[in-house]
C-alpha cells in the first residue's frame, strides 16, 4: 500500500499550490482521509480531512483557504491551498485509515489522533 504526495514546493505569502496524493489503496475512497503538516520543533497537526461520502472537514486554521477533494477514477487526494501564509510552511503529509473505531465516521476530531490512521505518504515540503 502507497501512499505518494506531489505538488510541494515554494511560494511566496498570498499565492497558492495543489498537492496531490496518489493511492494504491483498494476502495481507498471508503476510508477516512486526510492531510496533515508538521513544522520544524512542532507537534504533527491536521490540516483537513474528508469521509468516504466526501464530507470535508477543515482546521480552523486553514478554513476558507485550503480545500480537500478526492477524485474516486484517479485514486487520487488534493489539497488546494490559497491564500498561503508563512506559518503554513510545513512538511504535509496524507493518511488513509479506516482500522480505528476513532475513525468510524472520520469525524472532524480525528485530525488529533494521527496515530489511527493505517497508512501515510512519505512528505511533501511546502515552504511559504
Known amino acids: 500500500v502507497q501512499l505518494v504526495e506531489s505538488g510541494g514546493g515554494s511560494v511566496q505569502a498570498g499565492g497558492s499550490l495543489r498537492l496531490s496524493c496518489a493511492s494504491s489503496?483498494?476502495?481507498?475512497?471508503?476510508?477516512?482521509m486526510g492531510w496533515f503538516r508538521q513544522a520544524p520543533g512542532k507537534q504533527r497537526e491536521g490540516v483537513a480531512l474528508?469521509?468516504?461520502?466526501?464530507?470535508?472537514k477543515p482546521a480552523d486554521s486553514v478554513q476558507g483557504r485550503f480545500t480537500i477533494s478526492k477524485d474516486h477514477a484517479a485514486n487520487t487526494l488534493y489539497l488546494q491551498m490559497n491564500s498561503l501564509r508563512p506559518e503554513d510552511t510545513a512538511m504535509y503529509y496524507c493518511?488513509?485509515?479506516?482500522?480505528?473505531?476513532?475513525?468510524?465516521?472520520?469525524?472532524?476530531?480525528?485530525?488529533?489522533?494521527?496515530?489511527?490512521?493505517?497508512?501515510w505518504g512519505q512528505g511533501t515540503q511546502v515552504t511559504v
Open positions: 493518511a488513509a485509515g479506516s482500522s480505528s473505531l476513532v475513525l468510524a465516521t472520520c469525524p472532524r476530531t480525528a485530525m488529533t489522533y494521527s496515530y489511527a490512521f493505517d497508512y
Open positions: 474528508i469521509d468516504s461520502h466526501g464530507a470535508t
Open positions: 489503496i483498494y476502495k481507498y475512497s471508503s476510508y477516512c
